[in-house]
């Protein structure tokens, strides 16, 4: 009975550890999507700020507020306020934490998983803070 059990782990970890394989096979082939060649991660084009593209994946035209588009600049040429800012908006446990925010996480999971709520679009805020009627 010891054996059955033991020997049917070691058939899961095998279908895991091949499954896993190809996974990472059919991202490197591009068979689940589009992966870019590491020359152009380590060096991607800055030519452009923002591209609109159509469906069929043309530019339609470039986006930007200066004419010279954007330049590099390095987070010690970022003004504190900016980075502040951006902590600010978008996660404001960032020094607490090591890169995953366990109560972030768990609350999504309650949230989304458990309680099946969906997060209203900013529009419907807007609507419901100009337009509910507080006594």
Known sequence: MIKKIV?????FFALMVLAGIAVFASIAYGWIGYMPPVEELENPNYKFATEILSEDGKVLGTWSLSKENRVYTSYNE???NIVNALIATEDVRF???SGIDAKA???AVVK???LMQKKRPDAWKSVG???VCRT
Do not use: D
Not at 7 to 11: E, M, Q, T
């Open 7 to 11: 020997k049917g782990l070691w058939v």
């Open 78 to 80: 970022l003004s504190p």
């Open 95 to 97: 020094t607490e934490h």
């Open 105 to 107: 996480l768990i609350r």
């Open 112 to 114: 989304r998983g458990l």
């Open 129 to 131: 803070t100009l337009f």
